[in-house]
């Protein structure tokens, strides 16, 4: 249901439609049809005389206005066009293999914070590339990051705040999970913080630890808990579990989460090797003594 007063016409949301609005529709699409060669003559009067019908008889009604600004935006001799589509088509060719190049490129260093600054967003990638220029084709809503030739990683497109000066962040926590788990303490006042959890759970979760733990306990539970998604894959199961730990108005138990997410040691097989003994090694040694003795008598001969 649209407001008051507005309607769609094609494709598009319309409030009232200004006084020669429909008619510079229709004189821009007539010339744009006569610049593209058409014979138009008899339906460029036709759309006019609708046109001026439109806007004299002043029709308010939104669904009134929305037929008549769809059949400007639509009227083209479907006929005509079909004609003419005939008779190109066997001058058309393949479409080509490859997509064209429908992305910006760029060209972005790594810093020591592991990510990158592109367009007043910040984005982490994975600390391993920490110090490498990367290739990154910028696309509407994605960023695919190469190095040299080689794609590594595709990241989430993202936005700066609008009407303010402060930059965005596209963060994925495991980025940096390594380095927060050698100082833990460095959540607290991290920038993106707020963007760093993965699900709404993990900020709750924070949130409740800093109302009830000191700074530092808080902080050392919280990337605990980050590690732990990320170690076992149960990023959504974990979030479900914090979620009703905290519905019950209990603290999330890192150890008791650490216990319910262990590895199944049902699914892990008991591999056994057998090593070989170290006087096989004896016995290949006598057996190639011979055969050197023969290539020096041989030699000497």
């Given amino acids: 249901m649209l407001f008051p007063g507005r309607f769609i016409a094609g494709g598009m949301i319309y409030g009232a439609l200004p006084r020669g609005f429909l008619s510079e529709k229709a004189e821009r699409y007539i010339e744009l049809r006569r610049c593209l ?5 008899k339906q460029a009067g036709t759309l006019r005389a609708f046109v001026r019908y439109v806007e004299r008889a ?3 009604a939104p669904a009134t206005r929305a037929m008549a600004l769809n059949f400007v935006l639509s009227f083209g001799g479907a006929a005509n066009n079909r004609k003419r589509i005939e008779i190109e088509r066997p001058a058309l060719k393949q479409l ?3 997509r064209t190049t429908d992305y910006e490129e760029a060209r972005v260093l790594v810093t020591s914070s592991g990510g990158f600054m592109l367009r007043r967003v910040f984005y982490t990638v994975p600390s391993r590339l920490i110090g490498h220029r990367l290739n990154v084709h910028l696309y509407d809503d994605r960023l ?7 794609q590594l990683l ?6 700066p705040p609008q009407g303010s000066g402060k930059h965005g962040h596209v963060v994925d926590y495991r980025h ?3 380095a927060l788990r050698k ?13 760093l959890f993965p ?8 949130e409740a630890l800093l109302a009830a733990e000191s700074e530092k306990q808080a902080c050392r539970i919280m990337v605990g808990l980050l590690a732990l998604a990320h170690d076992r894959a149960c990023e959504l199961e974990l979030a479900q579990a914090i979620d009703a730990d905290l519905d019950a108005g209990v603290l999330p138990d890192l150890d008791r989460m650490r216990e319910r997410f262990k590895p199944d040691r049902a699914t892990i097989p008991d591999v056994a090797v057998e090593l070989v003994p170290l006087s096989a090694y004896d016995e290949l040694a006598a057996v190639r003594a011979p055969t050197a003795e023969l290539a020096l008598d041989g030699g000497a001969a």
Avoid at 183 to 195: C, G, H
Avoid at 199 to 206: E, K, T, V
């Fill in 58 to 60: 002043e029709l308010d």
């Fill in 199 to 206: 699900h709404r759970a993990y900020a709750r979760a924070f």
């Fill in 96 to 98: 080509p293999q490859r």
């Fill in 144 to 150: 695919e990051c190469f190095l040299g030739s080689t």
């Fill in 154 to 159: 595709t990241l989430r497109r993202g936005r």
């Fill in 176 to 178: 940096v999970i390594h």
């Fill in 37 to 41: 060669g058409y014979a138009f003559n």
């Fill in 183 to 195: 100082k833990p303490m460095a959540l607290i006042n991290l920038v993106y913080r707020d963007q």
